[in-house]
């Protein structure tokens, strides 16, 4: 495969910008080889600038279920850029894209919207802070919340990929609030709250995709919940990238647990930088300027931006199937990879939930962060670089999730085993 233009591209951005990326875990520095430099995108597949094709896997790390440049999302942003870009006022768009949360998640009773992920969580935190009045959190290793201060403690996604789980910067001061706990564990939860009684939240990823796919456990969450419930304590489900994507209707309708917040990103707009959070009436009544809790951003509720996730959440309710289609497609491709793994003597752990879904090269089978940090990082690497030159393109770290959209075909799928096959007996 001809990489020139990415490699010449890769070697000038890394004079100007570090890493050469916008965000780390772009930069294949764990897996090696170029990052492709993409020049467009096309329904299932990505198209680099040496005009290389991969059928795309990442989704642009979760936004686009409906593929790249889908027709009713395009057209609404289109005609959204028409009106103008940003108004810093409000416009009717917002309270469109509220209403479908609001019907969408039961737990959601009015919801803000923000400009990213990492915002949408930051702001939820200094919500339930400030609506219980109380300052230590709890959180979990390996679920990743965004890149604020008091999160990045034994984060996942790009800060596990690189080691630096916690980062320097932030000072000891910020993260003294932040306790830590095991997912999939409720001893650890119990633990934490004895050591303290002003715990305001627990937050977790319900379905965490920042360390790979590791749901948790059905009555895990639910002794969470009541635990929570005994200690005061509200409990915030980060949905940034399980949202829209796991299923419609939030990881509270597959696992049966009620948050008291969520909060939301990626699909809900629909590959434009929109993140919201949300929940009960009386939570979110205390932020400004109904309350006292202060939040704001002049690009928040952006009208281009709503457009899009707009149509993408309309499109998604019309499709109602399109969830169950998503995860059998899913589910054949990672059970298609592992058999053809198994041929040659490689085991994977694999899971699915709706269209997000992850694999890992590990013989035992995956509940927290460190089973998932123990699994063969040099064999994912390869199977990677394999998967890339064959023209599938992966995540590129084993502590993210991989994403199909709904322009990904069978036929893509079954194409998708075949090579893992040839790459399998490759690197075995
Ligand atoms: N933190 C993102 C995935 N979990 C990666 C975002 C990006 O590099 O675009």
């Known amino acids: 495969m001809n990489i020139t233009k990415s490699l010449s591209a890769f070697e000038a951005a890394s004079q100007l910008i570090p890493g050469g990326v916008n965000s780390p875990v772009r930069a294949f520095a764990s897996v090696g080889g170029t990052p492709r430099f993409i020049k467009e995108g096309e329904g299932a597949y990505l198209i680099d600038i040496d005009n290389n094709r991969y059928v795309d896997y990442v989704q642009s790390w979760g936004p686009l279920i409906f593929g790249h440049k889908d027709e009713s999302i395009e057209a609404a942003v289109i005609d959204a850029v028409k009106h103008g870009l940003s108004f810093g006022a409000p416009t009717l768009a917002e309270t469109k894209l509220a209403h479908e949360v609001v019907s969408i998640y039961n737990s959601i009773d009015k919801v803000r919207f923000v400009s990213s992920g990492t915002e949408a969580v930051m702001s939820a935190i200094r919500l339930a802070r400030g609506y219980t009045g109380r300052d230590d959190i709890i959180k979990f290793e390996g679920c990743y919340h965004g890149h604020s201060d008091s999160l990045l403690v034994q984060a996942g996604s790009g800060a596990a990929t690189f080691g630096n789980p916690s980062s320097p910067g932030v000072p000891a001061d910020f993260t003294k609030h932040t306790l830590?706990?095991?997912?999939?564990?409720?001893?650890?939860?119990?633990?934490?709250?004895?050591?303290?009684?002003?715990?305001?939240?627990?937050?977790?990823?319900?379905?965490?995709?920042?360390?790979?796919?590791?749901?948790?456990?059905?009555?895990f969450l639910a002794q969470l919940r009541e635990l929570c419930d005994a200690h005061g304590a509200l409990l915030i489900f980060d949905e940034v990238m399980s949202g829209f994507r796991a299923t419609l209707y939030g990881a509270e309708s597959i696992t049966g647990t009620t948050p008291d917040l969520v909060t939301l990103g990626k699909v809900i707009g629909g590959g434009m930088p929109v993140g919201?959070?949300?929940?009960?009436?009386?939570?979110?009544?205390?932020?400004?300027?109904?309350?006292?809790?202060?939040?704001?951003?002049?690009?928040?509720?952006?009208?281009?931006?709503?457009?899009?996730?707009?149509?993408?959440?309309?499109?998604?309710k019309q499709h109602?199937?399109?969830?169950?289609?998503?995860?059998?497609?899913?589910?054949?491709?990672?059970?298609?990879?592992?058999?053809?793994?198994?041929?040659?003597?490689i085991v994977l752990q694999t899971d699915v939930r709706g269209s997000m879904f992850g694999f890992f090269f590990n013989t035992t089978p995956v509940h927290n962060f460190s089973d998932a940090a123990a699994s063969d990082l040099e064999m994912f690497a390869a199977f990677h670089a394999g998967m890339l030159e064959e023209g599938f393109y992966f995540a590129c770290s084993q502590f993210e999730t991989g994403f199909i959209c709904s322009a990904i075909t069978d036929t893509m799928i079954e194409e998708t085993i075949e090579a893992s096959k040839r790459v399998f007996e490759r690197i075995a």
């Open 180 to 219: 830590l706990a095991t997912y999939n564990d409720i001893e650890s939860v119990k633990k934490c709250f004895e050591q303290s009684h002003d715990i305001a939240c627990v937050i977790i990823e319900p379905i965490a995709g920042n360390m790979g796919l590791v749901p948790a456990h059905k009555e």
């Open 276 to 316: 919201a959070f949300g929940g009960r009436l009386e939570i979110m009544q205390q932020l400004s300027p109904e309350g006292p809790v202060y939040q704001a951003g002049t690009l928040s509720g952006n009208p281009v931006a709503m457009a899009a996730g707009l149509a993408a959440l309309q499109k998604l």
């Open 320 to 345: 109602s199937k399109l969830f169950s289609v998503l995860q059998k497609r899913a589910t054949r491709l990672v059970e298609g990879m592992k058999a053809a793994a198994m041929e040659q003597g």
